[in-house]
């Protein structure tokens, strides 16, 4: 019996010192259109409908083949909303992702993760001040195609304000919610 304890460890120990080494390191850019919703706590502006704004930037992936998982990251250039509530500024999303390949050429994944935005606009309209910096709750699905392309579908849940106003009478707020469309090439 110990014999045999002893032949499985060293099993299991081969096992996992040979999954890293298939696993893969990719790099790519990544692309997009950004759909914003402020929505207003207490504010004059009422809710905003949703506007079109975009995103750019390098990504990396790293995954494991033979077990679909991953983790994902981009620095991006985003811009969110439009007119005088316009947020400029650099994205990082980083995203835990899990990919079920039908085929060496095809493959489904679903992915979340935190997603960092650092606002680069100072802005202070009507009284109203904009977040330097924004946590929120990345969720998304997409398709890999062909070896290098994905495209993909994400919700970013905001953890925090991105627009406040401290008046003497009132206090007001708004968190923006986005819709993200992306398409992503790998190298």
């Known amino acids: 019996m110990k014999k045999f304890l002893s032949i499985l460890w ?12 298939q696993a893969q390191l990719k790099w790519g ?19 905003k409908d949703n506007r079109a704004g975009f995103f750019i930037g390098p990504m990396a992936e790293f995954t494991i083949p033979v ?43 679903v992915a979340a993760g935190p997603d960092f935005f650092f606002n680069f606009k100072d802005m202070d309209l009507q009284g109203f001040e904009a977040k330097k ?31 406040t106003k401290k008046d003497v009478q009132r206090e007001a707020n708004s968190k923006t919610k986005t819709w ?3 398409l992503a090439y790998m190298f």
Request: glycine share 16%; charged share 15%; hydrophobic share 40%.
């Open 10 to 21: 060293v099993a299991v120990c081969c096992m996992t010192l040979a999954t890293p080494a």
């Open 29 to 47: 850019v990544k692309g997009g259109v950004n759909m914003s919703k402020i929505d207003w706590n207490g504010g004059p502006e009422g809710n």
């Open 67 to 109: 077990i679909g998982l991953g983790i994902d990251g981009a620095v991006m250039y985003s811009q969110r909303d439009k007119d005088d509530f316009k947020q400029q500024g650099m994205e990082i999303p980083v995203n835990l992702k899990y990919t079920l390949g039908l085929g060496s050429m095809f493959g489904i994944y």
């Open 133 to 163: 910096k924004q946590v929120g709750l990345n969720i998304g699905a997409g398709v890999k195609l062909v070896h290098h392309l994905q495209g993909g579908v994400n919700y970013q849940i905001p953890l925090g304000d991105s627009f």
């Open 180 to 182: 993200q469309i992306s």
